[in-house]
C-alpha cells in the first residue's frame, strides 16, 4: 500500500463545478503540499500545510490531521485549471526531508 | 526573477555514457532536491541537500550522484546510465525546513538513455 494515496486518479468535469480531490496519507507528518503539474510538464506548488485550512482564489486545501486526510477544492472551475495535481507529503522527524508523493490526479474541466 | 533552472531540457545518451544534468537556483534557498517522475509510479525523490555539503538519500538513489559544493547549485550525476534511468527529472528548491513556503521546481530534463 502507497504512503500517500490520491483520490480520484482521473476526474472529468464541467466548467463551473465545484471540484474536490483528496489525499490520504499513511504515516506521521511535518507538512503536507498540493502541486500543479500542468499540461506542459512544469510543476507548481500550490499550498503547504500542517493544520486547518488555506485558501488562494479559488483553491482551497484542507488538513484533518488526525484522521490523516486532505482535500483540495476548486470552485467554480475552469478549462484552465485542467492538470494534474499532486499531493506530497514531509516526514515528521527533523532532519527527515523526504517528500513522498502521491500518484496525482487528473483533473479535465470541459467548457 | 526568482526561478530553478535545469539543464538541459532534453538529453538523449547511450548507457556507460557518464551525464550530468545541471540545477541553479536564484533565491539563496538551503534546500534542494532531485525526483524523477515516471508514468504510474508519480515522483520519486532521488537525493535532497539540507544545505553546503549536506546531502541525503531519498527514495531512489541507486545510480545517481549528487554533490552541493556551493548554495545555489545541485547538479544530479548519473556515472553509468542505463536505460532503467530514462525518466522526466525535476530540480526544486525551498528557503528550509520550518517555513511556511512551498517548492519551486525546474523546468524538468527529459532524459532518454539508448
Known amino acids: 500500500k502507497n504512503e500517500v494515496e490520491q483520490s480520484p486518479q482521473n476526474l472529468t468535469a464541467q466548467e463551473g463545478e465545484f471540484i474536490t480531490i483528496n489525499c490520504s496519507y499513511s504515516?506521521?507528518?511535518?507538512?503536507l503540499h498540493w502541486l500543479q503539474q500542468h499540461p506542459g510538464g512544469g510543476i507548481v506548488s500550490l499550498f503547504m500545510?500542517?493544520?486547518g485550512k488555506k485558501k488562494h482564489g479559488r483553491l482551497i486545501a484542507t488538513i484533518n490531521i488526525q484522521e490523516k486526510h486532505s482535500s483540495l477544492h476548486i470552485t467554480a472551475s475552469h478549462p484552465r485549471d485542467s492538470a494534474v495535481y499532486i499531493c506530497?507529503?514531509?516526514?515528521?522527524?527533523?532532519?527527515?526531508?523526504?517528500?513522498?508523493f502521491g500518484t496525482g490526479t487528473r483533473l479535465t474541466i470541459i467548457p | 526573477e526568482a526561478q530553478v533552472t535545469q539543464n538541459p531540457r532534453y538529453l538523449i545518451t547511450v548507457t556507460g555514457k557518464k551525464l550530468t544534468v545541471t540545477c541553479s537556483q536564484n533565491?539563496?534557498?538551503?534546500?534542494m532536491s532531485w525526483y524523477r517522475q515516471d508514468p504510474g509510479l508519480g515522483l520519486r525523490q532521488i537525493y535532497y541537500?539540507?544545505?553546503?555539503?549536506?546531502?541525503d538519500k531519498g527514495d531512489v538513489p541507486e545510480g545517481y550522484k549528487v554533490s552541493r559544493k556551493e548554495k545555489r547549485n545541485f547538479p544530479l550525476i548519473l556515472e553509468s546510465p542505463s536505460p532503467n534511468q530514462t525518466s522526466l527529472y525535476f530540480c526544486?528548491?525551498?528557503?528550509?525546513?520550518?517555513?511556511?513556503?512551498?517548492?519551486?521546481f525546474g523546468s524538468g530534463t527529459r532524459l532518454t538513455v539508448v
Open positions: 526544486a528548491s525551498s528557503p528550509r525546513r520550518g517555513l511556511p513556503a512551498g517548492y519551486t
Open positions: 504515516v506521521g507528518i511535518s507538512a
Open positions: 500545510l500542517s493544520s
Open positions: 506530497a507529503v514531509l516526514g515528521s522527524n527533523f532532519g527527515n526531508e523526504k517528500l513522498t
Open positions: 533565491m539563496n534557498h538551503e534546500y
Open positions: 541537500s539540507m544545505n553546503v555539503e549536506v546531502t
